[in-house]
Every structure is written in structure tokens, then in C-alpha cells.
């Protein structure tokens, strides 16, 4: 029998993570899992980080009905509704950075 592939779709935010984070969880009646703030860590290339980067969300994660969200804030960006990461960009333009699971084989 084959495995079952699970995927963890990854949402990205510009220093307001901890807010989207409280209304999904009042929204769907659901809990954070982790939360991992920025601390001292500032990302390669970022010459002028925000003044409360230190506060910012590095990694989060949550439950919604059954499927494992992934929640982080990422500097610069800009366009609403362009918040899933992305390692490729799909023919009808959406971009994506899927991380897959897969479950245990049966034996």
C-alpha cells in the first residue's frame, strides 16, 4: 500500500502575524502549536531591519480542521493576498512553497 502525501500550506505576513494568528484561533476554535519569535535573528541580505523585528513571528504553527498551518512574518511583504511562499510559480501565475509529508509506508 502507498503512503499518504500531506501538505502544509505556509502563509507569510509583514509584521502582523500575531495578530492573524489570534483571529484564526478564535475563528476556527483552534490552538498555536509553536510560535518562535525573530529574537536576535535578523535574515541574510536585510540591511535595515524593522525597529520590532524582534517581535516578529520567525515560525508558527496551527491546527484548522485537521491540517497543520505554518504562519511567519517575512520582511517586505507588500501585496495582500500573495502570501503563500513560493519555490516555483505555477502556469496560472500562483506562486508556492510546498512542504510535503509523507506518512509512513504499511507494511
Known amino acids: 500500500m502507498g503512503g499518504t502525501n500531506m501538505v502544509t500550506p505556509y502563509l507569510v ?3 502582523n502575524c500575531r495578530e492573524v494568528l489570534d483571529f484564526y484561533q478564535k475563528a476556527f476554535e483552534s490552538e498555536v502549536g509553536m510560535t518562535m519569535p525573530y529574537g ?5 541580505g536585510i540591511k535595515t531591519p524593522p525597529s520590532d ?3 516578529w513571528i520567525l515560525h508558527a504553527e496551527m ?4 491540517t497543520t498551518f505554518w504562519f511567519a512574518d517575512e520582511i517586505g511583504i507588500s501585496a495582500k493576498g500573495n502570501i503563500v511562499r513560493a519555490s516555483l510559480t505555477d502556469k496560472f501565475g500562483v506562486d508556492w512553497n510546498i512542504v510535503s509529508e509523507e506518512a509512513p509506508k504499511l507494511k
Request: aromatic share 14%.
Open 13 to 15: 505576513f509583514n509584521g
Open 63 to 66: 491546527q484548522i480542521c485537521g
Open 53 to 55: 523585528l524582534s517581535t
Open 40 to 44: 536576535e535573528y535578523v535574515p541574510d
